[in-house]
Structures are given as C-alpha cells and as structure tokens.
C-alpha cells in the first residue's frame, strides 16, 4: 500500500460470497466458483489466508469495474505450485467481465502465467507477443513472489526479488480497455 497501489487483492477472504476486496480502492473483484478459500498463506504470522485454485475456468477472480490500461505499472502476486501441476494464468488483464469468460489472445494482455514447464512468464501482447521468461521452474509447493514491470526501461520479470527476464524494445502493454 506504501508503494501507491491502485489495486490491492489480498485474496485473503477466509469464507463465504463471491467478493475478493479491493483494499486500495473500490474495484472490488468477484471470485469464481473454481477457487478453495482457507489455505495457509504466504507470509508468516499473516492472519490472512489464500485461495487455491481447482484449475477451472471457475478459478478466476474479475475485478467489478472496467478501466484503460495504464502504461508504466507493476503486477505483483504471490504463488505457490505442486510439482505434478500444470501452467495457467496468475494474474492479467482482459476484456472477459466474469469469472467463467475467457478474453481471448487478442483481447488480454499484462499476464503473469507459469507456463507447463513451472516457469514463469510475463506476456504482454502489442499486436504480436512479447514474453519474458524465467530461466527455473517454481513447481515445488513453496510460496514465490513474482512482479512484474513495464516502463520506459522495458519488460522485466522478478522472481522473490531477484530479476529473471528482462526486454527493453517493449515498453508499453496494448491500447485495452477491460478487467484486471
């Protein structure tokens, strides 16, 4: 929040309704029927929890109120994979208003994903892809922390704080309007 965040899921809600709050503004999300609430967190001595995803389209939380895509901006998440799990989206913005709707290739963009390798990715795409990717795997059932940058500077992936992927002939995500 110290760092100025426009948007802040914690996924922490331990029970009950479809709400995921937004603890930096008013965009709260709704979560889709696809996540467990409950689990154990990533930080210790957070009495907060997580969701665990059933890998489902069900397994998506949408924020309530469209917005433009901003330019300069970090994505960051938390996660944390078992070894025999598949890739998926982490985080990404999209023009789908629900948790059961998929964007489409050409109408999301600004994704945080794991590949089926257990690496990370950073995707933007600007009429062709432009991918950031890091070099290890994270399929090892421990809590990581993955951000991501776009600025004047390009592309750059971290990975609990160190940087994995970078690319500086993509400096901006794509002209979008829709759901993070």
Do not use: C
Request: proline residues 3%.
């Amino acid at each position: 929040m110290t760092d100025g965040a426009s948007h802040y899921w914690r996924l922490g809600e331990s029970a009950g309704g479809s709400v995921i709050a937004d603890a930096a503004a008013i965009n709260d999300a709704t979560a889709g029927s696809g996540f467990v609430r409950g689990e154990p967190g990533a930080i210790a001595g957070d009495p907060d929890t997580a969701f665990r995803s059933s890998n489902s389209t069900q397994s998506r939380g949408v924020a309530s109120t469209a917005m433009q895509a901003v330019y300069d901006y970090t994505i960051e998440t938390w996660f944390k994979a078992p070894a025999n799990s598949s890739g998926g989206h982490l985080v990404g913005f999209g023009t789908a208003g629900s948790p059961g709707s998929n964007s489409g290739t050409n109408n999301r963009d600004r994704a945080i994903y794991m590949d089926n390798t257990g690496r990370i990715q950073f995707v933007l795409n600007v009429g062709q892809i432009r991918a950031v990717r890091s070099p290890d795997a994270y399929r090892d059932d421990q809590w990581h922390h993955a951000a991501a940058t776009v600025s004047s500077e390009g592309m750059k992936l971290y990975v609990d704080g160190v940087l994995v992927g970078s690319r500086t002939d993509t400096t901006t995500g794509r002209n979008l309007w829709g759901y993070w």
